[in-house]
């Protein structure tokens, strides 16, 4: 479920030393399975173990988890980075803001899964969005595009530079293109 790396644990160790006997770290989801879920990595003492928690065990602690953000923690990882500028502990969860689907899912869960788990996080980076509003019977997946994108001149060499592409080679065979139907209006929303 949660990978943290040695050098995470051991971090979690010494923070734990310091805290009342029985500590145990937290990691969780707020509002898990939408664009604004947000991870969290936090203290928790023996009194906030919940009965339905999934207690991970690690080197020297154990992590607990909530069954509501479990499946959303799904592939995620704990890491302690140490560079130049000092230190970080990273918590990254691909599937917190869309719980992971099976690889025999429908054609268009998987799409929308890809789009909130990889697309518009990078789309975010200039306040856009994107959301699949359908796929046709020749295999072309309808998108709308949001936010910054809504307006963008780069808006055609995003979607077949880079969405397109993308998805044509996740989905061979499956899918056969990609068409933007929204009704760009330049303003200050668009990304400049």
């Not at 010494?14 to 029985?22: H, I, M, N, T, V």
């Not at 056969?176 to 209006?185: A, F, I, P, S, Y």
Request: aromatic fraction near 6%.
């Amino acid at each position: 479920m949660i990978t943290i790396s040695d050098a995470a644990q051991a971090h979690f160790v010494k923070l734990l030393a310091d805290q009342p006997e029985g500590t145990h770290i937290r990691v969780f989801v707020i509002s898990p399975g939408t664009p604004s879920a947000e991870c969290g990595v936090s203290y928790c003492p023996p009194d906030a173990v919940e009965a339905d928690d999934i207690e991970l065990e690690f080197n020297g602690f154990h992590a607990m988890v909530d069954e509501k953000s479990a499946p959303f923690l799904e592939d995620a990882s704990i890491d302690f980075v140490t560079d130049q500028l000092g230190s970080q502990l990273t918590l990254k969860a691909p599937n917190a803001k869309m719980r992971k689907v099976d690889a025999d899912a429908p054609l268009k869960e998987r799409i929308e899964y890809v789009i909130q788990s990889e697309i518009n996080p990078q789309l975010a980076s200039h306040g856009g969005n994107i959301m699949l509003v359908d796929i046709d019977e020749a295999g072309i997946a309808i998108l709308q595009f949001g936010g910054g994108c809504n307006g963008c001149s780069m808006v055609d060499v995003t979607l077949k530079d880079g969405i397109e592409k993308q998805l044509l080679d996740m989905f061979p065979g499956e899918l056969t293109g990609v068409r933007d139907v929204t009704e760009h209006q330049h303003g200050e929303h668009s990304y400049q």
